[in-house]
Structure formats: structure tokens, C-alpha cells
């Protein structure tokens, strides 16, 4: 039962992490109306969370495949 709880967890805050990323850069985009360094370094960062939240995510995906196989 601990194991879908935290697969479960996994998988939403993934999916918040993509989310907030994504919604992020069309807000910087939005109110800057250019590209500098200070947007690029923000797109970045942006970047990595939405790595992390896929990453997320997919281990969510796997433990939730190890519960369906593997449980007793």
C-alpha cells in the first residue's frame, strides 16, 4: 500500500514540476517581450524542473509497473 502512495506522489508532483515549467516560460515570455540573459537563465532553470518532473514521473510509472507485477 506504501509503495502505490508514494508512486502516486511521484507521478503528481512530476506532473506539477512539467507544469509549472511550462507555465512559467509563457509568462516570462508574456511580460519580458524580449530575450536576454536574465530570460535564458530563467528558461534554463525552467528547463531542469521539467527534466526532474518527466524524470518524476517516469519512476512513478516503473514503481507503479513493479507494484502491478510483484504484488502479493
Do not use: C, N, P
Not at 48 to 54: A, D, N, R, T
Request: charged letters at 20%.
Amino acid at each position: 500500500m506504501h509503495y502505490r502512495l508514494f508512486a502516486l506522489m511521484l507521478d503528481t508532483f512530476g506532473t506539477m514540476m512539467i507544469a509549472y515549467a511550462a507555465l512559467r516560460v509563457h509568462h516570462r515570455f508574456l511580460h519580458e517581450h524580449r530575450i536576454d540573459d536574465k530570460v535564458f537563465g530563467s528558461m534554463r532553470f525552467e528547463q531542469k524542473v521539467g527534466v526532474i518532473g518527466v524524470s518524476l514521473v517516469f519512476l512513478g510509472f516503473l514503481l507503479e509497473l513493479f507494484i502491478l507485477f510483484y504484488e502479493v
